[in-house]
């Protein structure tokens, strides 16, 4: 029937008219709002009063293919918003004339990587409360500023629940993610960047964009300029170009393009869905704030034109900015992973409620939790504690204890959650917030409306309008088409909805006090439970604190990886052939940089196929062909020349000359070793005499000599940004540089052969900590731990 009718309105040549009008043009009547949600994905028809006249909403898959790991599928997001449009405009019995614009509202943080030229995604979407970062976390809280390396920039400490991580992590484990991100083929962003993307005619001319709340989510956006940071972006080494262009959260981006009914409709708002919540419950004052129910939950509190720094554990974060030439709002937030996701654990994964309403049911049943205290930690601890090593906990329990109680308790971790988040905000503030406004699909629970308001201590206000996220998409796509005049209109709406409905504070200040303390000593109990993980036993078991151990082996024809574990069996392995230059009779040569692109992919394939992370790698052992020869500059890490292989026998002249002059044998007594074109400083000094370059680098003492563990090491440490210049001790006794009793450079053969000793790498011995890997992704943080030449590694 509402499928005929459409047809009807669709077709019937009376549509593009007003009734009784003479100007032939039918007004808009609707804007249509989409609210892509981490559980669902929902479309709403409002009308100019703010009242929604037709929706839909459909399910969507949750994808947990690790402990920890939470993936959506990105096509399937796209298909169900498509389909909730389409559905919810024949309920409101609208075509797309009818419809002045489209604002989009999403999950925020969850990241989808697409290819620019096909414009499928190269991989699922990560969700936001995925914690598959938090080895890469580990590693960037050792550097410089610790957890807040970012915050004076992006208002944001590091954590698993920003997007960049996200993305790093996928350009260091996904190989197509890694190769489009070099190519510029690969595109990032968060959700309403992909429906965008899609919704405006992907691969053929579709809009990469993302508006400036989603931004401020990213963890890239510098939060007073409005734009991506080029050096955090270079820090995770994210490229500007896979980035979306950013937009304010209401101004005509474009018009959506093969999709049928919904062609021609502009598409003119979008917001992070705490954000939209925020315009939506009408918090424009400064000070004014609201909290959201959902997946998780999420407060936030308007600090107009001032981006306020964060001591008490908040985000500071884009409110909006309604209109590319408006001033941005900021705000305060503080989020908490788990609020509905805690009773759908208790539906999906323990069976005690049959349905989320039943949860008020069994939890107004009991007086109290019976001794009982739930911390929901299920992806660590968020606002304010950013914890990724919590884990979900729930203590006190006896032999009195029922799924009433546990239901109860379930509703109290939420409020309790709440108030760790209000209590940093006051900090923040220095003074009392006052009454909260609250929404989302938690708040339909009366008992925990009570439960909030006597646990905070303040009045709860429950708006009547239960749609406010999605009316705020609604709302900023509105203004910017027209169809709404001023931001003060969403006030009026809410008040024509009914208002709020109040729920007062009636519980004392001691009881208050006591049940908070009781909370807060549950949560401490709750952190630093990471390392008990299942993952982490099987860890112990393998290798004490890990399980492999990778080891490289750059020989003459082949790089090669493997991946060993603690019994010393290769459970992944890659190899690749390196090319052979010979540009003269008996000169044989390798590129230095083609040996170190080689080893990196050998190693990054391995711990891919193992799905190892750095973590669980103890350390890196490399093994080379000995005697192959670099030159490098200390100031660029460029190499001055191709390297010389051992077997090149360019420096027979030079032999002959030193032979003359000394006889074969002339360094034997300190290196152990003949005259022969066989070792490395022979080639030294052939570099010295011939490449012009290399003369100017030791003369300026910016050359360094190396063979091919030193080459890697020293890239593989940080090249030009303070790689380690070292050798190993068998390496090194193959130079005909060192004394083999000392177990150091001889001066004198250094001397006579005219090389500097400022320019040889330091020797280590073969088994000991040299350094850290540091700018290759998935191998960041791995200590480099064993070197030895080929045939004293066998």
């Known amino acids: ?153 992006t208002g944001l400490p590091l954590s698993t629940y920003f997007s960049a991580l996200k993305m790093k992590w996928l350009i260091d484990n996904e190989p197509q993610v890694q190769k489009g991100a070099a190519s510029g083929d690969c595109m ?162 323990m069976g005690l409620i049959d349905s989320a309403p039943e949860i008020e049911k069994f939890a107004s049943s009991v007086a109290d939790t019976g001794g009982v205290t739930l911390v929901p930690a299920f992806s660590g601890l968020f606002a304010p504690y950013w914890r990724e090593d919590a884990r979900a906990i729930a203590v006190g329990m006896s032999l009195y204890t029922n799924k009433a109680h546990l239901c109860r308790a379930a509703l109290e971790a939420v409020a309790f959650s709440t108030v760790d988040v209000m209590e940093a905000m006051k900090k923040d503030v220095g003074h009392e917030l006052g009454s909260m406004h609250v929404d989302g699909g938690m708040t339909a629970n009366n008992f925990l409306m009570k439960l909030q308001a006597d646990l905070l201590g303040v009045e709860v206000l429950r708006a009547r309008m239960p749609e406010a996220t999605v009316l705020g998409a609604a709302f900023a796509a509105g203004l910017a088409v027209n169809f709404y005049q001023k931001v003060e209109e969403v006030k009026e709406m809410l008040v024509h909805a009914g208002g709020w409905e109040s729920f007062p504070n009636q519980m004392s200040m001691t009881v208050r006090d ?90 990054q394939s391995v711990m891919k196929q193992a799905g190892a992370q750095p973590g669980e790698v103890a350390a890196i052992g490399i093994t080379n062909q000995r005697e192959t020869t670099v030159a490098w500059d200390r100031v660029t890490g460029e190499p001055y020349h191709k390297a010389i292989v051992w077997l090149d026998t360019r420096t027979s002249e030079t032999v002959q000359q030193l032979t003359k002059a000394g006889g074969k044998d002339r360094f034997r007594k300190s290196t152990g070793l003949p005259v022969s074109t066989y070792f490395s400083a022979v080639k030294m000094k052939w570099l010295i005499d011939n490449v012009p370059e290399v003369k100017k680098g030791v003369a300026e003492k910016r050359c360094m000599f190396g063979t091919i563990e030193s080459w890697l090491i020293y890239n593989l440490t940080g090249g030009k940004e303070g790689g380690i210049h070292m050798t190993d001790i068998s390496n090194a006794s193959r130079y005909m540089l060192m004394d083999i009793k000392s177990g150091k450079w001889d001066q004198g053969i250094c001397k006579e052969l005219g090389i500097d000793v400022a320019c040889l790498p330091t020797i280590k011995s073969n088994s000991e900590v040299y350094g850290t890997v540091k700018g290759f992704g998935s191998l960041d943080g791995i200590p480099i731990a064993g070197a030895l030449g080929d045939q004293h590694a066998a």
Not at 126 to 149: F, M, Y
Not at 248 to 267: C, H, P
Not at 523 to 534: G, H, I, Y
């Open 1 to 153: 029937t509402h499928l005929l009718h459409f047809l009807l309105i669709q077709y019937h040549p009376s549509h593009h008219l007003i009734k009784g009008a003479s100007c032939g043009v039918m007004a808009p009547s609707y804007v249509l709002a989409i609210d892509q949600g981490t559980t669902s994905s929902r479309a709403l028809l409002f009308n100019k009063e703010g009242v929604p006249v037709g929706k839909e909403q459909l399910e969507i898959k949750q994808y947990y293919p690790r402990p920890g790991w939470v993936e959506h599928d990105p096509k399937e997001i796209l298909d169900t918003v498509v389909k909730c449009c389409r559905n919810a405009m024949l309920r409101g019995r609208a075509s797309a004339a009818d419809i002045a614009a489209v604002g989009i509202t999403n999950q925020r943080e969850t990241l989808v990587a697409w290819s620019r030229s096909t414009g499928e995604p190269y991989c699922k979407a990560i969700v936001w409360l995925d914690v598959r970062t938090s080895e890469t976390i580990s590693i960037l809280e050792k550097g410089p500023g610790g957890k807040d390396r970012f915050r004076a920039k």
């Open 188 to 349: 990032f962003g968060t959700i309403e960047s992909w429906l965008i993307f899609n919704l405006t005619g992907g691969k053929n001319g579709g809009l990469h964009m993302t508006d400036l709340s989603n931004a401020s989510r990213y963890m890239l956006l510098d939060l007073k300029k409005g734009t991506w940071d080029p050096e955090i972006c270079n820090e995770l080494g994210i490229a500007l170009e896979c980035l979306p262009v950013i937009k304010s959260n209401a101004e005509v981006y474009g018009k959506v393009k093969g999709f049928g009914a919904l062609d021609g409709i502009a598409i003119s708002g979008a917001l992070g869905d705490q954000h939209a919540a925020l315009l939506g419950q009408g918090c424009l004052e400064v000070g004014s704030s609201k909290n959201t129910y959902g997946t998780g939950c999420f407060m936030l509190l308007n600090t107009g034109n001032k981006a306020v720094p964060s001591k008490s554990g908040l985000l500071t974060t884009v409110g909006f900015k309604l209109g590319a030439d408006a001033k941005t709002q900021y705000a305060l937030e503080g989020s908490v992973a788990c609020a509905g996701r805690t009773v759908q654990w208790l539906r999906d994964n």
């Open 514 to 603: 006591r049940e908070y303390a009781r909370w807060r000593d549950a949560v401490t109990r709750a952190m630093d439970l990471q390392k008990f993980d299942s993952m982490e036993k099987k860890k112990k078991r393998a290798a004490g604190a890990h399980r492999y151990i990778l080891s490289i082996d750059q020989g003459t024809t082949s790089s090669r990886a493997l991946l060993f574990d603690s019994e010393g069996g290769a459970v992944a392995k890659e190899q690749m052939e390196l090319k052979q230059h010979y540009p003269h009779p008996g000169w044989a040569e390798h590129d230095p940089k083609e040996i170190l692109d080689c080893v990196v992919k050998c190693c």
